[in-house]
């Protein structure tokens, strides 16, 4: 009875928590009257495609683009430098290693909508907002690399020492050792932590839309915002260019949350 009521509540809970997805789809298959039917309906009536619209009309394959070499230049950048330094908060024990680990952990606690004046006033200084996708990768950066950094620590954590040792006794560098014995063994960890990562940049706004001005390089975020007007507003076709932009992080979510577990789990239990 127990097991029971907990699998009913954790299936009421998860009920909520997906109701806003399931309401998005619904909408974007209701006509305009339908979306204003007073009770609502939970079924569309007359069913309305429009993705094919949504998709030309609103250049979602330029936003798209623009937003997937954002996320992979992020997510390059952090697994390259982030995972170095991963491995010296995992590997050695001192006063100025916790210092940096409570430094990295209070980048994380700051908010994209307090750091972006400081960054545009700094990038405008040093000309980068002349490249404008390129300052909002480096202020991406910036925000996500303390989350990866510190799901990184964790998986290169449990790795034993010892393997590492016998690496170098066998006549490999620590370089070596590092790159032969411990990313192989810490690959899962890297993999999925720079998979959240990615889709974390991938839905990335506040920089985006204080930094780029020409909207053939802006976002998907921020294409989003054509629907919403001063008079009027095209919810059915927003919620068309919603269901279009999540489906695909979606499906990618499903197909690797067995990897996505294990990897935030990897170093809680030794």
Known sequence: ????????????????????????????????????????????????????????????????????????????????????CARVLARYRNRRVDVALFAVLMMQVLPSSLMVTPLFVGFSEVGLLQSPRLAVILA???????????????????????????AMVDGASRIGAFFRIVLPLARNGILVTGILVFLQSFGEYVYARSMISEDDLQTATVGLSAFLGPNTSDWNGMMTYSAIYVTPILLLFVLLQRRIVSGLTAGALK
């Not at 339908?34 to 009536?45: C, E, G, K, N, S």
């Not at 998709?55 to 952090?78: D, K, P, R």
């Open 140 to 166: 991406q950066v910036a925000k996500v690399m303390p989350f990866y950094i510190v799901l990184t620590r964790a998986s290169l954590g449990q790795i034993p020492q010892e393997l590492e040792h016998a």
């Open 1 to 84: 009875m127990k097991r029971r009521l907990l699998l009913g509540f954790g299936l009421v809970i998860t009920g909520i928590y997906l109701f806003p997805l399931y309401w998005m789809y619904v909408s974007a298959l209701k006509s305009s009257r339908d979306l204003f039917t007073y009770p609502p309906r939970f079924l569309p009536h007359h069913l309305v495609w429009n993705v094919g619209r949504v998709f030309v009309q609103h250049e979602m394959a330029t936003y798209l683009t623009n937003s997937l070499l954002i996320a992979a230049g992020v997510t390059i950048i952090c697994v390259v430098l982030g995972t170095g």
